[in-house]
């Protein structure tokens, strides 16, 4: 993923009480850092500055969802922070505090794209839409930030539309070049975007995939879309919708690494304080319900703003996403999902059951950590990706093998942390329906499937 570049270590953690070191023996937990403000954080909206004053939903204290812990450091304290969402008054921004700089957690970065078959192919769906829709051609030129493994960029590299990725990560910018995609190991930002325009770099497509959220600096961020799009280009970053996640129950999508949740509304002011215009938007099923928009500069009239744009807007608005209430009745439902999740697992225990987790991403780590859900509970996970595999889940310490463990173990049954993928990953376990396994999904809410 990526973020920008200024501002990074301005983190407001300086002074942390580190528990795990305190005089106190009542105050350490064995392995694990809680780390805390000495003060009261002064926190203001990372897009027009008002004081946050309304929490959207308290999730507890939890680590980094993505940093996998090895074998070898099983031992080692490991830090948790507070995460807890606010939502702005003035412009409905839900975010984040920066607890951690993104060069902490970005620079190595276990998530690949790769990994989802259905995620490729939507990725070769867009493909083949944009470069058709835009005339793009070999005199082109398509930039994607945080373009991680290549995922999407292999596609364009295919028809001979000249790419470019950036992507601060270098361990995941290898793999893409290695699949012929040319990638910039950098994070981005308005800094960035001048180098590149130096270099006689500008972008006619400018795409960003699940990047908006892992932006700390917002502002710098879209600051650089408008210097790298070349005067009829055309932007398209797709972001979860905050209305799906409220609607869907989706609180796991709520990590350290997701600084900011964008309702249209939010995301149309940002782009236009920065001279760009949202002429088009689409809803797409991906991570639980997404926004597709696509922007140009405002300066620009060739290409009209759509209805979808309107519509969207104002339904937003007769749905309350300019109203606080809307944001504060989230915190109970989350409440709820933590609560029959454990009923069921408690019960599940009782009887004697095995359970097994399947995927290890950010949004499980999450819940597992919420809900308090350790191996008491679960087994183990699988995972398909490689550098997963073999470690631990951060937090709750559920050691992660390769799929392959499912057939080995026949478990009772199989929670599926990728809530998002259940479909993809069911037809891929279809074979435990040997031996009776069901398949447990948390969100929306819990359900069991045969």
Known sequence: MSHTETNLFDTGI????????????????????????????????????????????DLGLSPLCE??????????????????????ESCFLVQVPTHVSGEHIFSHYAYFSSYSDSWLEHCRNYTEMMAKRLGLNHGSQVVEIASNDGYLLQYFVARGIPSLGIEPAANVAEAAVGKGVPTLVKFFGEETARDLVTDGIRADLLTGNN??????????????????LNEEGVITIEFPHLMRLIEGNQFDTIYQEHYCYFSFIAVQQVF??????????????????????????????????????????EREIAAGYTRLETYRSFAERVSETKRRLLEFLIDAKREGKSIAGYGAPGKGNTLLNYCGIRQDFVDYTVDRN????????????????????????????ILILPWNLKDEVMRQLAFVREWGAKFVVPIPQLTVYS
């Open 14 to 57: 300086a002074n942390q009480v580190d528990l795990a070191t305190t005089d106190n023996p009542d105050e350490t937990t064995s392995g694990l850092a809680f780390t805390f403000p000495t003060e009261e954080l002064s926190l203001d909206c990372r897009f027009c500055g008002t004081s946050l004053e309304h929490i959207f939903v």
């Open 67 to 88: 940093s996998y812990v090895a074998k070898d450091q099983l031992n080692d304290m490991e830090p948790f922070y507070p995460l807890k969402a606010y939502v702005c």
């Open 211 to 228: 990047v908006l959220a892992h932006v700390p600096d917002l502002n710098d961020f879209v600051k650089g879309l408008k210097l790298l």
């Open 272 to 313: 236009a304080a920065h001279g760009l215009t949202i002429f088009d938007v689409e809803e797409l099923p991906t991570h639980g319900g997404s926004l597709r928009i696509y922007a140009h500069h405002a300066e620009e009239r060739a290409k009209p703003v759509l209805s979808s744009v309107s519509e969207l807007r």
């Open 386 to 413: 490689p550098m997963k595999q073999g470690t631990f889940l951060p937090g709750t310490r559920i050691p992660v093998f390769s799929p392959e463990k499912i057939a080995e173990t026949k478990p009772d049954y």
